[in-house]
């Protein structure tokens, strides 16, 4: 318990200093343009990131999101949403709503104690959505037809509100390949059941293949801002097998259907695994198609709530869950403070262990 608390106050620690540190260089800077003056250009009008977008959004007046409950014609889009930076989803309303309390603290936000968050899309009773300052948190439910849905208003959100270069987080939990329950991952390719780097769309009757791309870069920062020594557990990096059910299109023997045996799901698991294959969800391909299609970068992180090497249930006990689901969040926090505090890499400290992975 001693050492549980010990690595705790050592982070909260490192935190404050690279704010601090961070706050600093804000102030140099502030105290440097007093003193040098200003060479101010004629502010331009901001123009919307996003690319490869419907042709008719602008003949839209009022543009409508249903699913979210918001609309073009009695919401200012720029002056509401206009500064966000970070769009966070998650499976569900709850996780949401405890992720948007959390980021508060994290990228040093006060509210009122009488003040509550407030979900925006409450009256449209299909998803949540919370604003946090820059930070904006959306559930989308199971699986990729829910979560296309959402994604679809969410980039016509911040095409109408002109974000400028918004980063996209899908955080969750995942089945493990081969990998010990609480492993974080992150997806470099999701793939689908048929193991293609592609999201299928039918249009018209017609399947189109659109490419699952995730932005490489973002998913080496983020493992580079992992530590594995502090954190008590690792941090992955590898492809991701995106199945449309939760059951027989993820090999499981636990279903109300079972058309396969024991042998052939193993022999299924570990020829993935083979391939690099290192978890299992339902929606990354979804995730990572629409938003490469509008050009956005964006990444997946998920825990591991069991190996599937090992069984199909989930049995770990609430506690721990609870544990596991905390872990994408707290990268994406990490993230967070390092873009809007401008810390350096030498901020972020690093594990020194020889046997990080496990820092016993």
Same mark, same amino acid.
């Given at each position: ?272 695994? =083979? ?17 490469? =299609? ?31 689901? =905390? ?34």
């Amino acid at each position: 318990m001693g050492d549980k608390c010990e690595k705790n106050m050592h982070k909260n620690v490192c935190d404050l200093k690279a704010m601090v540190k961070a706050q600093n260089k804000r102030i140099d800077e502030l105290i440097r343009f007093i003193k040098e003056g200003s060479q101010t250009d004629i502010p331009q009008e901001l123009k919307s990131c996003t690319c490869n977008l419907n042709p008719y959004l602008e003949c839209l007046n009022p543009d409508i999101l249903h699913h979210l409950n918001l609309d073009t014609k009695t919401i200012d889009f720029p002056k509401v949403f206009g500064d966000v930076r970070f769009v966070c989803l998650g499976g569900s309303d709850a996780r949401m709503e405890k992720f948007a309390n959390f980021i508060i603290g994290e990228i040093g936000l006060k509210l009122s104690i009488a003040v509550h968050l407030r979900n925006i899309s409450a009256d449209g009773h299909r998803y949540a959505l919370f604003k946090v300052g820059p930070v904006l948190c959306a559930s989308h439910g199971i699986g990729g037809p829910s979560i296309s849905i959402v994604l679809h208003e969410l980039i016509k959100l911040v095409h109408h509100a002109k974000c400028q270069d918004p980063v996209f987080f899908r955080m969750g939990t995942c089945g493990g390949i081969g990998v010990e329950p609480g492993t974080l991952v992150i997806t470099s390719q999701p793939l689908d059941g048929q193991l293609r780097p592609v999201y299928e769309v039918v249009v018209h009757t017609q399947p189109q293949l659109r490419p699952a791309l995730l932005d490489q870069a973002l998913a080496k920062e983020l493992i580079a801002l992992s530590n594995p020594c502090e954190d008590g557990y690792d941090t992955v990096l590898g492809k991701t097998l995106c199945a449309n059910d939760f059951y027989e299109g993820q090999s499981r023997l636990d279903g109300a259907f079972c058309g396969y045996n024991p042998q052939k799901k193993m022999c299924f698991l570990q020829q993935i695994s =083979q391939m690099g294959i290192v978890n299992m969800e339902m929606e990354s391909t979804a995730f990572a198609a629409l938003t490469n =299609q509008a050009g956005i970068r964006a990444a997946v992180i998920c825990v591991a709530i069991i190996n599937r090497m090992e069984g199909d249930q989930i049995n770990s006990p609430a506690s721990v869950l609870k544990d596991f689901d =905390q872990r994408a969040q707290n990268l994406i926090a990490r993230y967070m403070r390092k873009v809007l505090f401008k810390c350096d890499e030498d901020d972020i400290e690093t594990c020194q262990c020889d046997d990080a992975p496990g820092c016993h």
